[in-house]
């Protein structure tokens, strides 16, 4: 099916806002922190539980998904998700003790990893292969728009009124773009290719992980996405309760360190691609130590101070993923590029899913409500970081 201009413009736009709502739901519990561990009297094992619920169902459902995803239409199947985002995400807003709260954290990332896969194979399925690449960026581009500007809106909506109105943004947001997406996403019939059963979808995963490079790149990823997510979940708990930053003040954590790693990540980008990926990666994953280490070992309370602090981490730390991601994308031959990067983003969701666990055992709070062992999670985050470096300085691959 070919899109005129006007109709294509329109589908990118739905399919960032699609995009921008389940980021934000996911990306939005962390700098609320605070809040939901004093409303609903939780330590930092139970929240680091939240977090972990949505990225381990996002990653399950990643696994699976692509067994069954060219079965149903796809329209059909996008509605039929988003209206199934849009119910848990309400679900997140109603629920008043852990347990609910726990479900539907669960519910938000099986919806939104299947909104995730969907958005990108109807890219495949329309956008022709000559612009495919500027539209994926853009629609990349909703996880930066989510942290600078939806972040932001959400704190504000949580601290002025109720962190249950934050959630309640996100459905609002939600429901108008299933309404455009019901009138202006085109209904297509579905392209002719072999329809994988369950079980093949794991038999061509463990074809590609006996590729010594696949792999390699894998367990890279895995490494990287484990040492991010030590810290960055109890990065507002920390300010909040060990160096007394207002909760009110935690939008402009977001909003300057989300402003300054668009602009990093663009340079980040292009010195990768004038120098190469495995130098850059390795550049920016040593100068990201010094900030991992400043911000779990110090608790400054002057806010310009957490600023500066924040911005740098934020910049160095979101920053070594884009090196990385453009080791991952080169290691594929064409053949294999599609299931390989499946599996690297389901890869990056277990990780996400694990470190967050894992956190919560390592990050605790005492009698006097402040946060403990951060020091330590720093640390680990950064043994962490350099076994993935020992492994891409390790990958031989032409492109790199």
Not at 29 to 57: E, N, V
Request: glycine residues 6%.
């Amino acid at each position: 099916m070919k899109l005129s201009p006007s109709q294509e413009k329109i589908l990118v736009t739905l399919l960032v806002g699609i995009q921008f709502c389940h980021i934000l739901d996911f990306v939005i519990m962390m700098p609320l922190a605070p809040l939901f561990m004093r409303k609903l009297s939780i330590g930092t094992d139970q929240f680091s539980q939240l977090i972990s619920a949505y990225s381990f169902a996002s990653g399950v459902i990643g696994i699976l998904v692509i067994s069954f995803i060219d079965k149903f239409q796809r329209k059909s199947l996008l509605i039929t998700m988003l209206i199934g985002f849009i119910f848990s995400t309400y679900y997140c807003g109603i629920s008043e003790d852990y347990y609910h709260f726990l479900i539907a954290r669960c519910l938000c990332g099986f919806f939104g990893g299947v909104l995730t896969t969907i958005t990108f194979t109807i890219i495949s399925d329309l956008i022709p292969e000559e612009r495919r690449g500027k539209v994926i960026g853009i629609v990349m581009s909703a996880f930066s728009i989510a942290s600078v500007g939806g972040v932001p809106l959400g704190l504000f909506i949580a601290t002025k009124f109720s962190w249950p109105y934050a959630f309640h943004t996100i459905v609002a947001i939600s429901i108008i773009i299933l309404l455009l997406s019901l009138i202006y996403v085109p209904r297509y019939p579905l392209p002719e290719k072999d329809k994988a059963t369950l079980i093949q979808t794991f038999a061509n995963y463990f074809n590609l992980l006996k590729n010594k490079s696949y792999a390699q790149g894998i367990w890279a990823i895995f490494f990287l996405s484990i040492s991010a997510f030590l810290i960055i979940p109890f990065l507002s708990p920390y300010f909040v309760f060990n160096c007394g930053f207002e909760e009110d003040h935690l939008q402009y954590i977001y909003l300057v360190g989300g402003f300054f790693t668009i602009i990093s990540s663009r340079i980040i980008g292009a010195l990768t691609d004038l120098k190469g990926p495995k130098l850059i990666y390795t550049i920016v994953c040593l100068l990201s130590f010094l900030p991992i280490l400043i911000v779990t070992n110090t608790a400054p309370r002057e806010i310009y101070i957490i600023l500066l602090l924040t911005t740098f981490f934020m910049t160095l730390v979101s920053g070594r993923f884009v090196p990385m991601m453009t080791i991952a994308s080169l290691l594929p031959s064409g053949k294999d590029r599609a299931s390989y990067l499946a599996l690297v983003n389901t890869i990056r969701s277990f990780g996400m899913a694990l470190s967050t666990f894992l956190a919560g055992k390592i990050v605790t709070t005492n009698s006097e409500g402040l946060i403990q062992n951060y020091s330590m999670a720093g640390t680990y985050c950064i043994i962490l970081t350099f076994i993935s470096l020992i492994i891409v300085s390790k990958i031989k691959v032409k492109s790199v």
